[in-house]
């Protein structure tokens, strides 16, 4: 087992189907580095994001993006070559729901989180005709889990903020869509800024259990003092 698998796994999340780990307590294959102009996938995988400006700010186990600022993809074809099961996608990010200035912060996954074909529109918004209602989880370091499924199978679309479900209302919103842009921090039409902080990333294929997400949701309060 290669040092950087070895690493990974103790972390202690679930490794079946993960594609990404983007963590800030690790954010190189090496360790922390306040400096890096790479933000290092430590899944395996690789798939890295670069920093494309002097608006993101790297400090032991978070991520603070400031207006304007943002990451990309370096190799979108490699991303796409790890994705086999384009049914569900598990997305699970530590971020803030509020911004400095106390609103909410743009729609998070999709100013956060877009990867090439796969656009996430969870709808983080406070309004109650976007899919999900979360005014009442404005915060910090908030716990994020949003499955994601294809045009087919997208009523499944589920939310949670830390471990609670969060009721539709809406079981049909489009949560996919051919939106090129592979990005940490804005869309893939160069809108949607988001501005705040973000402590880590994972994306799975498939669904993770109910004993699954308990894992990686207690690991996350424990590493990152929640």
Sequence with gaps: M????????SL???????ILNLDSLYNTRN???ANTKIWEDISGNNNDFSVDNDNIIFT???VHIKQGGYLTLIDLDKFNSCITNKECMTLQIIADLTNESNTMVKPIFISCV???YYTFKAFITPYNDNGFEI??????NKIITAEVYNETHKYNNSLYINMESIPKNSQTIDYFDNTQGSYIGRNGANSNFYQGNIKAIRLYQGKLTQNELLQ?????KLRYKI
Excluded: A, I, W
Excluded at 216 to 220: A, I, L, R, T, V
């Design 2 to 9: 290669s040092k950087k698998l070895l690493m990974n796994n």
């Design 12 to 18: 202690g999340y679930v490794q079946e189907n993960l």
């Design 31 to 33: 360790g922390f580095n």
């Design 60 to 62: 032991t186990g978070n």
């Design 114 to 116: 877009s990867f090439g």
């Design 135 to 140: 005014s009442p989880f404005q915060g910090h």
């Design 216 to 220: 990686n949701y207690n690991n996350d």
